[in-house]
């Protein structure tokens, strides 16, 4: 299955729900080319609150289309808003002298050890050599379950044994991935709430041990999000922005929830690029993110 069509199998709940209300709107207002109604404006407010594009994005989006006198449809002018919004979230990495090292970061459920191992499985696929850091170590089965995603992508794991210190588990893997060659370091951390100060500053020492093994790292730091929880995710990832220093969103669980517009609200609220959306659970299931193919898959289901 070729990446659109994945993406297209994620986000069909999302997209069928959305895209049928849109289009019963369109159907039913008089007003479908040209400026549309008061009474159309705020049904599509509704439905584009509905999908989790947010409170704040949905009215953005609205005024824009309500401004738009054109003969577009009213379906095509509020897909050309969605991916003006989503192309600002489309930013690509910097690139940097190898071993670069990438945090992976977020709450706990979100997906984030899955997403450590997927990553490894694409950039390993990509042709880059990547190896994987298990900085989880109050979890013994946080440990037992990303060793089990690195020998499924068939990738290098640097783990310690449980309740070691999670900063030196990352100085020494970077060590290694430099030491064997290695291009890129994906690192999982512990699952962590926003409100525990301790852990946030757990993730703090983390990244100044990081930056002691390799010039400027960590290089990338990725906050995975569940697209499931909507509006909550982007709360929590505002306070990640503030402490750890988050420069990329991963957006999981696309393909279980109906609120795939979430990715607008967070392209619009956070400033933050998306680097990758999931859609399933499978190990080729993590995919680049695209604002085109995104827009696409919410508009054309089939």
Same mark, same amino acid.
């Given at each position: 299955?070729?990446?659109?069509?994945?993406?297209?199998?994620?986000?069909?709940?999302?997209?069928?729900?959305?895209?049928?209300?849109?289009?019963?709107?369109?159907?039913?207002?008089?007003?479908?080319?040209?400026?549309?109604?008061?009474?159309?404006?705020?049904?599509?407010?509704?439905?584009?609150?509905?999908?989790?594009?947010?409170?704040?994005?949905?009215?953005? @989006?609205? $005024?824009?289309? *309500?401004? &738009?006198?054109? %003969? +577009?449809?009213?379906?095509?002018?509020?897909? /050309?808003?969605?991916? #003006?919004?989503?192309?600002?979230?489309?930013?690509?990495?910097?690139?940097?002298?190898?071993?670069?090292?990438?945090?992976?970061?977020?709450?706990?459920?979100?997906?984030?050890?899955?997403?450590?191992?997927?990553?490894?499985?694409?950039?390993?696929?990509?042709?880059?050599?990547?190896?994987?850091?298990?900085?989880?170590?109050?979890?013994?089965?946080?440990?037992?379950?990303?060793?089990?995603?690195?020998?499924?992508?068939?990738?290098?794991? @640097?783990? $310690?044994?449980? *309740?070691? &210190?999670?900063? %030196? +588990?990352?100085?020494?893997?970077?060590?290694? /991935?430099?030491?064997? #060659?290695?291009?890129?370091?994906?690192?999982?951390?512990?699952?962590?709430?926003?409100?525990?100060?301790?852990?946030?500053?757990?993730?703090?020492?983390?990244?100044?041990?990081?930056?002691?093994?390799?010039?400027?790292?960590?290089?990338?730091?990725?906050?995975?999000?569940?697209?499931?929880?909507?509006?909550?995710?982007?709360?929590?990832?505002?306070?990640?922005?503030?402490?750890?220093?988050?420069?990329?969103?991963?957006?999981?669980?696309?393909?279980?929830?109906?609120? *795939?517009?979430?990715?607008? %609200?967070?392209?619009?609220?956070?400033?933050?690029?998306?680097?990758?959306? #999931?859609?399933?659970?499978?190990?080729?299931?993590?995919?680049?993110?695209?604002?085109?193919?995104?827009?696409?898959?919410?508009?054309?289901?089939?």
């Amino acid at each position: 299955m070729s990446i659109v069509s994945r993406l297209r199998e994620g986000l069909r709940r999302t997209a069928e729900r959305w895209t049928g209300g849109l289009d019963r709107l369109s159907r039913g207002s008089s007003t479908a080319a040209g400026t549309p109604s008061g009474e159309t404006l705020e049904v599509l407010e509704e439905l584009l609150i509905e999908a989790d594009v947010g409170v704040e994005t949905a009215g953005r @989006v609205v $005024a824009r289309v *309500g401004e &738009d006198d054109t %003969a +577009v449809d009213l379906r095509e002018r509020v897909k /050309a808003e969605m991916l #003006g919004v989503l192309a600002g979230a489309e930013t690509p990495a910097v690139e940097v002298p190898a071993p670069r090292v990438v945090l992976v970061v977020g709450v706990n459920g979100t997906g984030k050890t899955t997403t450590v191992g997927k990553l490894a499985h694409r950039s390993r696929v990509d042709g880059l050599a990547p190896l994987i850091c298990a900085a989880d170590t109050f979890r013994a089965a946080a440990v037992e379950q990303i060793a089990v995603w690195a020998e499924r992508a068939s990738v290098d794991i @640097v783990r $310690a044994g449980a *309740g070691a &210190d999670p900063a %030196a +588990v990352v100085f020494d893997a970077i060590s290694a /991935a430099r030491a064997r #060659g290695r291009d890129v370091v994906f690192v999982d951390t512990a699952g962590r709430l926003h409100t525990r100060s301790d852990l946030m500053a757990e993730l703090g020492k983390i990244r100044r041990v990081a930056g002691k093994a390799a010039a400027g790292a960590p290089h990338e730091v990725l906050l995975v999000v569940d697209a499931s929880v909507g509006q909550n995710g982007i709360a929590q990832a505002r306070q990640f922005l503030e402490t750890a220093g988050v420069t990329g969103i991963v957006l999981t669980k696309l393909d279980g929830t109906a609120k *795939g517009g979430v990715a607008v %609200a967070i392209a619009a609220e956070l400033g933050v690029p998306i680097r990758y959306v #999931g859609v399933g659970e499978g190990i080729d299931d993590l995919l680049p993110f695209s604002a085109a193919e995104y827009v696409n898959a919410l508009f054309d289901p089939t």
